[in-house]
């Protein structure tokens, strides 16, 4: 059994203890020194792996003693401090007594636990002081699979403390500007639209109608980005990758075998762009993913290296999207309607200018 399992098949036998459970003893007996033993391996009727009522020699008091100090080479490593199921140990005292646990030895991950939730601290933000705030959370009423993968590296078969600790830092600010983009993108702060106001706008003042005309903008970019960013995955996992086409041609067998959703607006608009473009770089990389609603257009068949987007489904409604790049290198699109597939040929110095502009900026890097 995997740890993935094992922890699964550990947190389906809590809900049955719960009852049962009303001091803090019985909560450490039945929940958390299983948990010690059967997930994160370590033996915990070993005194050399696992010492209960430890004395970290807070101050000159001997009154409070740590739950647990789980043990490696003879050092403390984890600190645990247990509360009673069922309390609300979401309050500052609790946190209070494993920072000052924390502070008295050499340990740098600490867990403050009811047996059900397991908040895992570190010493990121100052060293040999507990931080606020945990970097990682177990529930196990409401499991995580991320958060189980996660919590497999203080595994007693895995744990180091340095890598403990880097993968702590990564969990913390990772998470942290995680957080921080979602709140940002639902709810821009000023700060926020203020630095694209400033790079977009540097002679004007953030104030006033300007200021609010820019909240909208840029909540409008925000949605037409993750927009165009989710097509762009889904352009690239809705099929496989074209098969490298030779310097000729495709014939029209060839092309109906590969792609049965290939219509024939759609095959013509295709063979009329790689006639534009054949003037600057070879036919062969000029490449097409066919979707149920339109036809892109790509060179490389790369799907962020769009070029046009056929929307030829409907012959009373064709319409191409034409992509370029604005004054600040940001790929933009513009939806045009045509009636003939001819009038594509209008448009081919936005089609040349794009390619241009991705071969300019393939050379850059």
């Known amino acids: 059994m995997d740890f993935m399992d094992r922890v699964k098949a550990f947190a389906a036998n809590v809900p049955q203890k719960l009852d049962s459970i009303k001091t803090e003893e019985a909560t450490k007996h039945f929940l958390i020194m299983p948990f010690i033993q059967q997930i994160l391996g370590y033996d915990a009727f070993n005194p050399n792996e696992v010492m209960p009522?430890?004395?970290?020699n807070v101050g000159a008091s001997t009154k409070y003693k740590l739950d647990y100090a789980i043990f490696q080479d003879?050092?403390?490593?984890?600190?645990i401090e247990c509360k009673?199921?069922?309390?609300?140990?979401?309050?500052?005292?609790?946190?209070?007594?494993?920072?000052s646990y924390f502070m008295a030895t050499d340990a740098r991950i600490g867990v403050l636990t009811d047996g059900v939730i397991?908040?895992?601290?570190?010493?990121?933000?100052?060293?040999?002081?507990?931080?606020?705030?945990?970097f990682l959370e177990l529930n196990l009423l409401n499991l995580n699979e991320f958060v189980i993968k996660e919590l497999s590296k203080l595994t007693k078969s895995t744990f180091d403390t340095e890598q403990a600790i880097t993968f702590a830092s990564e969990l913390k600010y990772v998470g942290g500007i995680k957080?921080?983009?979602?709140?940002?993108?639902?709810?821009?702060?000023?700060?926020?639209?203020?630095?694209?106001?400033?790079?977009?706008?540097?002679?004007?003042?953030?104030?006033g109608q300007l200021k609010e005309d820019f909240l909208g903008y840029t909540l409008k970019a925000i949605e037409e980005f993750i927009r165009e960013e989710i097509e762009n995955l889904l352009d690239e996992a809705?099929?496989?990758?074209?098969?490298?086409?030779?310097?000729?041609?495709?014939?029209?067998?060839?092309?109906?075998?590969?792609?049965l959703e290939f219509t024939e607006d759609e095959r013509e608009g295709y063979y009329i762009l790689r006639a534009i473009l054949s003037s600057i770089v070879s036919p062969s990389r000029i490449t097409h993913r066919d979707t149920a609603s339109?036809?892109?257009?790509?060179?490389?068949?790369?799907?962020?290296?769009?070029?046009?987007?056929?929307?030829?489904?409907?012959?009373?409604?064709?319409?191409?999207?034409?992509?370029?790049?604005?004054?600040?290198?940001?790929?933009?699109?513009?939806?045009?309607?045509?009636?003939?597939?001819?009038?594509?040929?209008?448009?081919?110095?936005?089609?040349k200018a794009i390619v241009s502009a991705y071969e300019e900026k393939a050379m850059v890097k």
Request: glycine residues 2%; charged residues 30%; aromatic residues 12%.
């Open 53 to 56: 009522e430890y004395d970290a």
């Open 74 to 79: 003879g050092h403390p490593v984890i600190l």
């Open 84 to 99: 009673c199921y069922g309390n609300d140990f979401d309050k500052d005292r609790e946190w209070s007594q494993l920072f």
């Open 118 to 134: 397991y908040k895992l601290y570190a010493d990121l933000e100052k060293p040999n002081k507990m931080d606020k705030t945990p």
């Open 179 to 207: 957080t921080l983009l979602k709140q940002q993108l639902e709810f821009p702060s000023d700060d926020f639209v203020r630095y694209f106001f400033k790079e977009l706008c540097p002679e004007n003042n953030f104030i």
């Open 238 to 259: 809705v099929r496989p990758k074209s098969k490298p086409e030779p310097e000729i041609e495709i014939t029209e067998s060839e092309e109906i075998s590969d792609n």
């Open 294 to 351: 339109y036809c892109n257009i790509l060179l490389d068949d790369n799907g962020r290296k769009q070029i046009v987007r056929l929307h030829c489904n409907n012959p009373n409604n064709k319409r191409l999207e034409i992509y370029s790049m604005d004054n600040n290198g940001n790929k933009v699109s513009e939806k045009t309607s045509i009636d003939d597939l001819n009038e594509i040929y209008q448009y081919a110095d936005q089609f």
